[in-house]
């Protein structure tokens, strides 16, 4: 009896052991199943949250580029509003400019004829007045006739030119000067001494010949020996050669109205 149950021991307990190792194995495969299962839900959950990280980092790209168009946007309004400004004020500024030319038309056909009677007078003074310098002055004359027929010189450039044309001639009453010329009624060069527009008297190199322009009769007459030093220190004077000084030339009287 005891062998007979040692056997059936040993045989229930090999029965047992298959029975545990089917059970190990059967819960083996449960467990490397749920490891599967655990494996996929970790790799599922890795790539939701690879797609989550995608879609945040495409949505703060989204943001920045549409803050960045807000941003644009708003620059380009404030420069269309500059342009509407200044396209405003262009506008406004043709209208005044086709204004003022319209006015300067009207203002042209006033100053033109005014200018050509300018010039026509200061050619009247240069023939009436002493002979200094009279060929340079008739020059200056003929060219302000042909400057009022040039279309490339402004209306304004024109006035400026008559104008500093008579300048100068006010300049002349005023200062005093030395030249060298030809004498008209010989040819000779002498030289001319002016004072204003008072007394035009001249002097040969050789001080042999000293003689005036005299108002009156509106010829070139000789002098007295008298005046010949005179002159000649006059002379060196306006040169500055020498100091000013006091000295005694020929001056016309006033002429006495008729």
């Known amino acids: 009896m005891p062998k007979l149950f040692s056997q059936s021991s040993r045989i229930l307990g090999t029965g047992a052991f298959a029975a545990l190792m ?4 059967a819960q083996a495969q449960d467990l490397d199943s749920s490891v599967e299962v655990e494996g996929g839900i970790n790799q ?81 003074i240069v023939e009436r007045d002493m002979p200094f310098r009279l060929e340079e002055r008739r020059e200056r004359v003929l060219r ?50 002016r004072v204003g527009r008072a007394l035009l008297v001249y002097q040969t190199s050789d001080q042999e010949t000293t003689g005036w322009f005299n108002p009156t009769t509106r010829q070139y007459e000789e002098l007295p020996e008298k005046y010949r030093l005179e002159v000649k220190e006059g002379l060196a004077i306006a040169r500055n050669e020498k100091a000013p000084n006091l000295v005694m030339l020929p001056v016309p009287g006033p002429e006495v109205a008729q």
């Open 144 to 193: 302000l006739q042909d400057m009022m027929d040039q279309a490339d010189v402004t209306t304004s450039e024109k006035y400026r030119r008559v104008m500093e044309a008579y300048q100068g001639e006010l300049e002349y009453g005023r200062t005093t000067e030395a030249y060298s010329e030809a004498l008209p009624s010989t040819g000779q060069t002498v030289e001319f001494l």
């Open 44 to 124: 599922a959950a890795a790539k939701s949250q690879q797609r989550v990280t995608t879609l945040a980092q495409q949505t703060s790209d989204l943001l920045a580029e549409f803050r960045s168009v807000v941003r644009e946007t708003e620059s380009l309004k404030i420069y269309n509003d500059s342009l509407e400004a200044i396209v405003q004020d262009q506008r406004s500024e043709v209208v005044s400019i086709n204004d003022q030319l319209e006015g300067l038309e009207a203002t042209n056909r006033g100053v033109v004829p005014l200018m050509l009677e300018m010039i026509d007078m200061l050619g009247q």
């Open 22 to 25: 089917f059970l190990s194995s």
